[in-house]
């Protein structure tokens, strides 16, 4: 039997597919113990330059229709028409693997119920971490394990604008320039650089952890527009370097709480040399004690084997339903407060004279201090009265 | 329905196994989607104090001719009698995870083709690096690329010791002794020390990877024991440090190179960092680029977590075949020699007058130099040429 599947999307990713799937297609069949072919490739638009011409279509009815296609990438991005036609593959029993964490963020509850009515699979490892294997660990590999907490670094663009902030001394506004001219950030980079691309892929692994949908409007969430390069400096001088962790943990009231912010992080933590556009996450659990994936978070052929790999297992699994399912809930129920955080806290402050008691002043002038065990509000209140200048929280 | 299994040892990992489950029971049937429960514990031992007295048997046949038994945790270690047991249980049908990474190196290939032809699964996540989810992602999420190289500090205990020798000047036998002490090294350390358990590891990862198994005794293995604090501080200065790496590599001849060796290994390198007991393995593939996988290699409640999580696993994919195989085979026609291993390599050699051209010579009072593109016999006779006091390879 051979096993044919559509791949939704000739963008980045989803071409990535088709070039990965091609190159490596023996070795595949090999591991999925099947043959495979891709039937069809869904996009609007024409690519005349295509080896692949005959399996263009632009309609999706052509594949949904089509009882031979058991199978189905989804690459376009964006909640529709992708949650429409994801809907509708599942609901005829086509097992769907998406890089799309808006569409998981957003509607992965009600995606995963339908893929269980019809005995099939909904699978998204490429829409956490790129390349970098964490869906599938996380709910298969560590299953025997309470998970306390996870914390990633799950942005490309902004871990590339700390490292050269950090290793180059680069202003944030300057090292957001270079990233766009490589092609890291986009021409508005506004979702990468204020955490709401890494605030999409903490919900999927909180929903993923805990089993209970965690909607993107229910978590906290800063980028690092904000940082200065002063407070970079004086995090080097404490062992630390700031990055960007999004971050959930379990809170002793029975809630989770997912956050998205700046935080220093000491170079003993493994995560503190993860630079430049590469991801990691790091997972925390009573029988593992912690665990760190870390690779690609981004591109076209790491999202492309993160993808395939998911479809190769709907060739492998056939019917047996593998993937999780989580409930939908009132997130009010569910994720605590971000003000029931208590963290250690750094506060920049100013130096000389006007320096509080026990603060540190490095010879470069930077004045900082150091606070343990203060809720978010309490931070704030400490930072007025300190006069501070900047202050973070520190990753522990 | 409910999923019975039986816990073969009753030694550290074994009641890891045993411990684990009944702490995290009702979340790991949550995710396993059945209720389950141990019905067995084999060992031939007492165990008055152990809350599950009932349990306990010292025959084997108990458990294998238990027809409500469908799944088998082997955590006895060695080949003898575990291969007996082991193979007996898949012959009747029942799935076997396991942490024995011996038995797997030695007889993976029989025990994989007994398991597919008796319609069960052969898993063994814990043989591999302990904690850290190894196997069944390269297996299943890598398995869409072409993975070019394989490489991993792969023993906790020579890293710890290594580690101890970097950031603390202690002496390799000073770093054994506190290793000993602190119960990561064995009273005979020499599997450890001398690459053997990182040897086994390694053969798992090739024969997974490349689909044909390699026997511990193809592996060129060379230990620690004869690593310098003086190789260590000149590493250091070069921007490396030296670790234990085990390794294997497709060779353009069509075969692959396994190895395990200390290499210096440069500081932008993310493995580098991996210090202590801890254990990394990193994935290069066509499609992933690289990705590391970090966490704790050894211990009791971090294998337990491994094979617990393949144990969930046989219990949610019921009879489906979901483990890999691979080809029994002459390893002479499938293993390279180590003298085609093309590599850099340092050499330290005399100081002041007698240094050779182009060395370096350290305030520290070290010399060394490095050259690129040796085979190991090129290393060799450069090494006499040189006058050389050591010579170690570069990882690359």
Redesign the interface.
């Known amino acids: 039997m051979s096993v044919k599947f559509a791949v939704l999307g000739h963008g980045v990713v989803g071409s990535g597919v088709v070039e990965?799937?091609y190159?490596?297609k023996k070795?595949?069949e090999?591991?999925?113990g099947t043959e495979m072919d891709i039937k069809y490739i869904l996009d609007l638009r024409e690519f005349p330059d295509s080896p692949y011409q005959d399996k263009f279509t632009k309609d999706f009815k052509d594949i949904l229709n089509d009882d031979e296609v058991t199978s189905v990438a989804e690459c376009m991005g964006g909640v529709e028409p992708a949650f429409s036609f994801v809907k509708a593959c599942l609901e005829s029993g086509k097992s769907v693997s998406t890089s799309n964490k808006e569409l998981v963020a957003e509607k992965g509850d009600i995606l995963l119920r339908i893929a269980k009515e019809h005995n099939c699979n909904f699978f998204f490892?490429a829409s956490v971490g790129g390349?970098?294997?964490i869906i599938?660990?996380l709910?298969?590999?560590?299953?025997?394990?309470?998970i306390t907490k996870v914390a990633g670094i799950l942005n490309g663009t902004t871990n590339f604008i700390l490292t050269k902030m950090y290793h180059e001394n680069m202003s944030f506004e300057d090292a957001l320039k270079l990233a766009q001219d490589l092609g890291y950030a986009e021409k508005d980079p506004t979702a990468d650089v204020e955490g709401h691309d890494a605030c999409r892929k903490i919900c999927i692994i909180s929903s993923l952890v805990y089993?209970k949908h965690v909607y993107p409007r229910s978590v906290y969430t800063k980028g690092i527009s904000k940082v200065q390069l002063c407070d970079v400096a004086a995090a080097d001088v404490l062992g630390h370097a700031i990055k960007l962790i999004a971050s959930v943990r379990k809170q002793e009231n029975g809630k989770i709480l997912p956050a998205v912010m700046p935080m220093l992080i000491s170079h003993e933590n493994?995560m503190a040399?993860?630079n430049d556009v590469?991801n990691a996450v790091l997972v925390y659990?009573?029988?593992?004690?912690?665990?760190?994936?870390?690779?690609?978070g981004a591109?076209k052929?790491?999202t492309?084997?993160?993808v395939?790999?998911d479809?190769?297992?709907t060739a492998?699994?056939?019917d047996?339903v593998?993937s999780?399912t989580w409930e939908s809930i009132n997130n009010d129920l569910f994720v605590d407060d971000i003000d029931n955080l208590k963290n250690r806290w750094y506060f920049r402050v100013p130096a000389g004279s006007n320096a509080p008691e026990g603060s540190y002043e490095h010879e470069s002038g930077i004045s900082f201090i150091t606070k343990d065990e203060l809720t978010f509000t309490q931070a704030a209140e400490m930072s007025a009265e300190l006069n501070a200048l900047a202050f973070l929280p520190v990753f522990e």
Chains 1, 2 share one sequence.
Do not use: W
């Open positions: 990965l799937f190159k490596n070795s595949i090999k591991r999925a490892e390349a970098i294997p599938r660990p709910h298969r590999c560590l299953a025997a394990n309470d089993g493994i040399g993860v590469f659990g009573d029988g593992i004690d912690q665990t760190m994936f870390y690779g690609r591109g052929l790491p492309a084997s993160a395939l790999g479809v190769i297992e492998k699994a056939k047996t593998l999780q």
